[in-house]
């Protein structure tokens, strides 16, 4: 027995009862037993007696780790809690030089950094730029307070491929990392392919279904990838970017809903009504056109919806920093930033977004 697991615990294992547990809730559960145990732990469906060393043998689950650096003991804590939540693993630093060696000692799935005022502007970016060259596939998700949001200009620039906000940290924080995750995971499993491309012309037409957003982009991601054409990170930026703008067409334009919901932060009542507006007349009848075109010069994508539209002429500054802190700021500068043209039509149905090579056609690192 440990001496730090619950009564229950005899010879090292700990028998569970899991009834339909959200696995959100499980991994929870899961992260913290590891901590006190010192041994990793694996998940087990919902329903299933088992112990322990049963599950930590089954090899179904495994936990992503995550390095965090973050100056502030209570705000690293706070962190670490909402990703244990969702059942990631975390390693918390509270410097630059922390946080190197804690990725040199064993590569990260995720990073998160803060970006504290009192830093030089050199140590700012210092573990940033060395993650850039050393670890590059790694992606890094930026912490940010209220007063450091115009700092994501400079960052997203060097190589962070998002950020949240602490202000709204159980909001953005744990849906970010899973997604960035997802995104990078499902790249660095497979081989990097070099084809010799010419041209090639996608074009989808999609339901107002967010949820399906993900599997089309998990498809444009495999092309991409097998142009060579382009670094992975900025693959990955390229489809958060387009994941922005496909929920822009979607929520925005075809369903009508409201920015200034989730900018109040009425986020619940924002979903439920798109949810609600999916169903009905005109509303259900509306799709997204989606195309992607390749060539060797780059990528070019084309998102249209089928809404009444809107001026482009009066959309707010995304790199204002009033309009950072805003959830519409937010999207808007991750698109702009992830490509090199952003442009609507004039009618504002229509958004265009260009990419050059970054690459020559070789094979990716």
């Known amino acids: 027995m440990c001496g730090c697991c619950p009564s229950c615990c005899r010879n090292d294992e700990l028998s569970l009862k899991v009834r339909r547990l959200p696995i959100d809730r499980m991994a929870g559960l899961a992260y913290r037993f590891q901590i006190k145990c010192q041994t990793r732990l694996l998940l087990w469906p919902a329903g299933r007696s088992t112990t322990i060393t049963a599950i930590i043998n089954s090899g179904i689950f495994t936990m992503q780790r995550v390095v965090l650096l973050e100056h502030n003991l209570a705000e690293a804590s706070r962190m670490a809690r909402l990703l244990a939540e969702q059942g990631f693993e975390v390693e918390i630093t509270k410097t630059p030089a922390e946080a190197i060696q804690a990725c040199q000692k064993s590569p990260p799935d995720l990073v998160v950094t803060d970006m504290p005022e009192k830093r030089t502007d050199a140590d700012d970016m210092s573990f940033i730029k060395w993650l850039h060259q050393h670890q590059r596939q790694v992606p890094i998700v930026l912490s940010l307070s209220r007063n450091e949001e ?72 495999d092309e991409l990838k097998l142009t060579s054409l382009f670094e992975l990170a900025d693959i990955t930026r390229m489809i ?39 169903h009905l007349s005109p509303y259900r009848e509306r799709h997204v056109d989606f195309e992607m075109q390749l060539s060797r010069e780059g990528a070019e994508f084309l998102i249209q919806d089928e809404g009444p539209g809107f001026n482009p002429q009066a959309l707010p500054d995304p790199t204002a920093a009033a309009n950072l802190e805003r959830p519409s700021g937010r999207g808007l500068l991750l698109i702009r930033s992830f490509f090199d043209e952003v442009e609507y039509s004039p009618t504002g149905n229509e958004l265009r977004l260009k990419k050059k090579a970054t690459r020559s056609g070789g094979e990716g690192k």
Do not use: W
């Open 150 to 221: 115009i700092c994501a200009l400079q960052a997203l620039e060097t190589g962070a491929v998002s950020y949240i906000r602490k202000r709204l940290l159980e909001q953005d924080l744990p849906q970010t990392l899973k997604n960035t995750y997802g995104l990078l995971q499902r790249m660095t499993g497979q081989k990097r392919i070099r084809k010799a491309l010419v041209r090639a012309h996608f074009q989808y037409q999609l339901e107002n279904d967010p949820t399906l957003t993900p599997a089309v982009l998990a498809g444009v991601e």
């Open 240 to 278: 958060i970017g387009l994941h922005e703008a496909i929920d822009n067409a979607i929520f925005h334009g075809n369903l009508e809903v409201s920015s200034a919901l989730r900018d109040v932060g009425a986020t619940k009542s924002y979903f439920e009504l798109a949810e609600s507006r999916r």
